[in-house]
């Protein structure tokens, strides 16, 4: 049945309805110039939206491009329906820090219409197994309200199958929020699901289609840029499958811009709809049928269109399915978690990159300015609230500041409903950092929840280096004219420092004299050189096409960022020499054993090591990483080009140790003393073996000059080295972990377990000595220190023993007087059911402590007394009266029970 369009109306405030008289100038350039209609009168579209996002709903019309359009709409002169259109598109700012994304299109034909490039599909299967698929709003609609409350529209038509289709989209800071909600009107249950299409046809400011000529540039949160047509499946691989996608105009030019969340996050997105399928494909085949979405192999993608999938699930009769989704710009972070009627939603947006730029041998921009965006979502009708003395507090890294005459904190004073205020402050960065840094603004408004937002900012290297005294791991990404680390650094040796390098060969230090690319090097420092300049220094370049070559061998590697911008690990790609002709990912040596895939790194303010096995994590410029290969023949690893968002020049278009169940978690053990620390080992378990291994690192080699050791042993297996800084196995009733301090300096050390409050309560926990036998309970202890007067190896045990949570039971509490002397002590019996330890007072009526009998006394399972002789914590006799006995038993997993009993002083 075809419908008709209802009812439309608009709200002020609002962007209400667009007409084509009323639309935003230069879009003409998109029509054939030899098309004098290229609009029908009846057009129309509802919208809503902010200066930094819109979101239309095509209502009626249709538009008609003509045979060429130059904007790359596909050649014809059949007109396209308007009604069903969805159009996202930037508003009047877009971004603050660019200004070739203001008003420019981000869907193919915004902001006019082609409801075959953008739409939703609704689909029904009804009790028989037929499948109905409809495209929502095309025959018209119900109602279209662009509503006074908030910024939105709500839309209703048929969604086929005897479903009702309810849209509103509200916008949301730098966001779109959909929220779907399918009714089914039928007698009995439907399943109904949703997919949103949309072909990406991205304008900038000179009329360049990026989705017709293939410039779109796609990120995922891990991994290189998707460039073939991709489908992603969230229940045949939940692992791999994205938590979002970036859509940019290009890498150098990501404005304008779009950003898919495909799930909810919990502190930004929490009410967000867990999608089933996501599809990233060229647009003629991913939006080749109403629902169904193709993907050729390994085929390029020249249109680039994405297609987000809720599978159909089953709705009773009179029943409504809610899918809620966000759409949002990729180069701000935002939180958008807002109250029942409403919150402020803020947006946090920064440059995407910090670049060297060449010619002027400076980073660029720099200064450079930090946007917040507060939007005042208090906007239903007749609860308005104005936000009043809204204060923005900025929270900058070391080697990033203000420029002089900002303010850390700055107030806002006031923002009406719906109104959207734009905040600025501009730093600089002065060189001495280099990879990603965090940006934080916290804003407090009234009223309001407080939030504290982050933004990543990345900063390429600069020809510079800092040293503290000591020892420091660094890397050198720069060309230097003169090779010589002593020239390069413009100091001396070894009055000023010594360099050391690691034979791969020969699995030893050997002293440096010279600097190269992609080799991690250490450097003892006699004193402290801040932003020490390097001498001759110049960008080598290759960060565009990539393939810088490194080789690695059998043992530890010491290796290092060749480019000065941020390599993602899992980007990297290695060939061995056994057979050339096979290119492995990161995941495949990793998943190979070749390559254990956790790197380590040296943190000058620990004094020791930290590492991560998360394959996304982000490797920055002057750093050098320790990396296990566990490969019988040499083999050849190749940092690839740079894939963040603004790398100048390209023409190219996020560990989880949170403790969870007795089945995963980690242990942490900390040695210090005489002046030395080793703060990073682990023992722990894991669900499965595989798991396990993966998780489990081995331990890399100590530091030059290192006095102190301390790491877990474990059996060898097969090529696996002995020594291990993280030790996790599958989780078993009982495990034994093994333990080994090695020290040449005499003294005194202690080791520590700082996170035992982390580990699930049912799992026990000893340390013993294996040199004299003590046994420490972990839980009821929080160190072990012991002596060291020569350099020996000192064993330790860490004993694990998981189990069921042993809740102590106190009973058969009795209590007696063994003679009628009024003066006669009183005896109290009680029984325990599992070993704890035992408190037992005597309180006044007031519950007041009167006596403490035992404190925190280990007791067995069983009958147990405690005698009382009528006194107080003085000695004092107490007088004759009314009294409690108080008996408070704890387990060694932390399970507490307290009982108390009367008891009559008679004197």
Known sequence: MVRRFGTVVAAVGALGLVSAAKAQPGWDVCFDPTNTQPISVDWNMAAVGNAILVFGLGVAGTVTWGPTSPCGVPPGNDAQNVPGYLMIRNGST?????????????????????????????????????????????DGFDLVVVNASFRRLTAIADGGGGVTATLLAQSVGDAIRFQWDLTNTN???????????????????????????????????????????????????????PKFIDISFRQSLPYPGLRIPTGPDPLRLPDQTQSDELVVGEFNFAMGGTWTSTVLPDALINNTAFCLFYNPVSVAAGGTRRIVYYVSVPWAEHDLNLGVDGDTAIALETPPMIAWDNPSNSL??????????VDNQYGRINEEQEVTNVNCTIQLPPGVELIPGEQVTKVIASIPPRGVHRLSWFCETDGTVAGPVPIRVTVTPNPGR?????????????????LVTGPQLIGMPWQLANANWAVALGLSTPADFTAFNWDVVTQSYVTSTTAARGRGTWILATNDFPAQPLTGATSAGGEINGNFPFLIRRGWNLVANPYL?????????????????EVLTWTELTQRGWIRGTVFRYDTNLSDYTFSSDSSQLIPPGVGYWIYANISQPMTL??????????????????????????????????????????SN????????????????????????????????????????????????????????????????????????????????????????????????????????????????????????????SRPVIGNVTITSPTRDRNAPITIQYGLSAAAEVSVRILGTNGREVYTISRGRAENPGVNTATWLKRDNQG????PGNYMVEIVAQTAEGQRVRVTRPVVVVR
């Open 94 to 138: 877009g971004s603050a820090l660019d200004g070739s994304d203001q008003n420019c299109a981000i869907t193919m034909g915004a902001p006019w219409a082609g409801n075959n490039w953008s739409y939703a599909t609704i689909r029904v299967i009804d009790d028989q197994g037929d499948t109905e698929d409809t495209k929502w709003g095309a």
């Open 187 to 241: 007698a009995t249950p439907v399943q109904v699901g949703l997919r949103h299409a949309s072909w990406l046809g991205m304008l900038n400011f000179v009329g360049g289609a990026s989705g017709w000529n293939g410039n779109a540039y796609v990120q995922t949160p891990t991994g290189r840029p998707i460039v073939i047509q991709s489908r992603y499946t969230r229940a045949t691989n939940p692992l791999t499958y």
């Open 364 to 373: 660029d921009p720099n200064p450079f300015e930090v946007v917040l965006w």
């Open 450 to 466: 407080t939030k504290t937002i982050e933004s990543i900012l990345h900063i390429a290297a600069s020809p510079q280096v800092s």
């Open 565 to 581: 911008y941020s390599v993602q690990l899992n980007t990297l790609n290695a060939i061995s020499s056994g057979d050339p002709t």
């Open 638 to 679: 190749y940092w690839p080009p740079i894939f963040l968002r603004g790398l100048p020049g390209s023409p190219r278009s996020a560990d989880d140790w949170r403790v969870t169940t007795d089945r995963k978690w980690r242990l942490q053990l900390v040695v210090r003393g005489e002046g030395e620390q080793d703060v």
């Open 682 to 805: 682990y023992v722990g378990v894991a669900p499965s073996v595989g798991e396990a291994d993966n998780l489990s690192a081995p331990e890399p080699p100590a530091r030059p000059g290192s006095a102190m050791r301390f790491g877990l042993v474990r059996q060898p297996n097969g090529d696996d080295p002995i020594n291990w800084t993280q030790d996790i196995r599958e989780a078993r009733p009982t495990l034994t972990f093994n333990a080994q301090f090695m020290s040449t300096k005499p003294g005194t050390y202690s080791i520590t377990w700082p996170n035992i409050s982390q580990l699930p309560r049912n799992v026990r926990v000893r340390l013993v000595d294996k040199q004299n036998g003590q046994t420490r309970d972990m839980r009821q202890n929080s160190a072990y220190t012991f002596t060291v007067t020569e350099p020996i190896a000192r064993n330790f045990d860490v004993i694990i023993e998981p189990g069921s949570v």
């Open 876 to 879: 004092r006799a107490v007088a």
